[in-house]
C-alpha cells in the first residue's frame, strides 16, 4: 500500500525539524508564482512601498494611484501623508495566504542540512522591474534609478544562519550575506522565520538599513531632490514572502 501524501508530508517535515542521526545537503528551489518581494520606506508617506506580487489581494498601492486598480484591502497606514515614522507595521500589507497568482519576479535556489540549519547557502533573485508601486510615473521612475535595462536583478547572496531559535514548527533566526543592487554590494543581516506551508517551506525575509544608504545603492537619487536628500526618509526595509520547494518535486 503506498503511503498517504499527508503521511508524506508528515514525514518530511518530521526530518525537517527533529534532529537527524546524519547531516544530509538538500537543495530548495524558489516557487515563482507563489514568492514575492517588497520594499517599503520608513516614514512611507502614504504611498512609499513596493512589491512583485501586486495582485494579491492583501496588498493595495498607496495615495495617489493610477486608475485601474480595484482596492479592497482596507487601508492599514497608521501615517497617512505625513512624515510620522513607522517601523512596526513592516511591510504594511503582509501576504494573508500564498496563492498562485505572483509574477514570475523571484528565483533562486537553497543549500541546506535542515536538521541543524548549517551549511546553509544560496542566492535569491528579484527582477526589479517587477517592483510595483501602483502609481504609474513613480514606478517609471523607481526602475530609471534602478537601471533595470541594465542592472535586471537585484541579488541576495546567503552565506549562513545564526541565532536559531525554534518555535514549535517555525525556524526564526538571522541570515547572512551579501545584497547587490545595481552594481553594489554590502552585507546585510536579514530577520528569517521558516516554516511548513504544505509541502512546502515558506520563508519571511525582512532587513532594514538607514534610507541615506540608497544613496550607494542608487546613486541617481542625487539628482532627483526627493525626500531623501532633505532627510525625511529615515529607515530603508527590503524582503521576501519566499515559497521554496524540494529541488525536482512536482511544483
Known sequence: MRPSRQFRTLSMFAGLFLPAAAPAQTRWVVDPPTSLAWWQMSPNLGHLW?????ADPSWRPGMGRSPGWNVTTPDRSTTGVSNREDTIHVP??????VRHLCAAAVSGEVVA????WRGVHGTVRVRSEALIGGEAMRDALMHQVLGTDRYPDIV??????????RLG???AGSAMGVLTVRDQQRPVTAEIK???DSSSLRVLAKWRVPALVLHDFTPGLRYLNLGLDARIWKDFFMGADLVFR???ATP
Open 246 to 248: 524540494l529541488a525536482g
Open 169 to 171: 514548527d517555525t525556524v
Open 113 to 116: 542540512d535542515t536538521s541543524n
Open 156 to 165: 541576495f547572496r546567503l552565506d549562513s544562519l545564526v541565532d536559531l531559535v
Open 50 to 54: 513596493a512589491t512583485t506580487c501586486p
Open 194 to 196: 521558516v516554516f511548513p
Open 92 to 97: 504594511l500589507y503582509p501576504r494573508r495566504k
